[in-house]
């Protein structure tokens, strides 16, 4: 079976504080790891992924993500936020399964950055 | 703008009936995935499709769904519709459908079942 834990459902943190949102997966075969971000009324847009090599990945708008192994986690970072990240965001794993893609999200921790 | 568009963008409807939500991917996007957003469940892959064929399957219920048709925009029947399928559907597109591919998201359907 595959899950994806993001454990805080809210995060608040003041403009330009630091921020991690974390997520912790479990899974019997190798996965790749992504993390979307979900502005209101919008679909969603990739953030960052990480397949294979470094494990620190960087995406758009300034994020990181570490991939963790032996701790199954892949938190997202950002050293200073804006006000213009307050939004959804949302760890993925996919996984390819007896030739089947399975995809599963986390249940979304919303950002929400105080002036 | 993803380049990905989703018809309609509100759709209310009653119990026991059937809709039909469409995507058109971006241009040159070979596969489609379905998705639902709902309060309770989160969100869910439903299913997936490249070039026309069933690629992957997700908690799709089997009164739901799907094709993808020769001009690659794609098609979600919803059927017998119940009070818990209230929710947003998204589809996404990717160039070739494989897991590392990025997948780019349309702005949703709102589906209402009164």
């Known amino acids: 079976a595959q899950s994806v834990t993001q454990l805080d459902s809210q995060v608040p943190v003041f403009e330009e504080a630091p921020v991690e949102l974390r997520c912790n997966y479990s899974s019997s075969v190798s996965v790749y790891l992504f993390w979307y971000v979900q502005y209101p009324n919008q ?7 990480y397949l294979s090599g470094s494990t620190l990945v960087k995406g758009i708008n300034g994020f990181e993500a570490e991939f963790n192994k032996s ?32 995809v599963t999200f986390g249940t979304g921790t919303k950002l929400q950055v105080i002036p | 703008d993803s380049g990905v568009t989703q018809t309609p963008k509100h759709l209310i409807t009653a119990t026991g009936q059937r809709v ?7 241009s040159g996007d070979l596969s489609v995935y379905w998705y639902q957003q709902s309060l309770d469940q989160g969100l869910q892959f439903l299913i997936q499709y490249y070039n026309g064929e069933e690629r992957a399957k997700g908690n799709i219920l089997e009164r739901f769904s799907a094709q993808q048709f020769p001009d690659l925009h794609s098609e979600l029947n ?8 209230s929710a947003l559907y998204f589809c996404a597109s990717s160039v070739e459908g494989r897991q590392w591919d990025e997948q780019f998201f349309g702005p949703g359907t709102r589906l209402t079942v009164l």
């Not at chain 1, 969603?44 to 992924?49: A, I």
């Not at chain 2, 919803?78 to 399928?85: C, F, I």
């Open chain 2, 78 to 85: 919803l059927s017998s519709l119940e009070l818990g399928d």
């Open chain 1, 43 to 49: 679909g969603l847009q990739l953030l960052l992924k």
């Open chain 1, 71 to 102: 701790q199954t986690s892949f938190h997202l970072r950002k050293p200073s936020v804006h006000i213009s990240d307050t939004a959804e965001y949302f760890c993925a794993v996919r996984s390819n399964s007896g030739g089947y893609q399975k």
């Open chain 2, 20 to 26: 039909t939500l469409r995507c058109s991917p971006r």
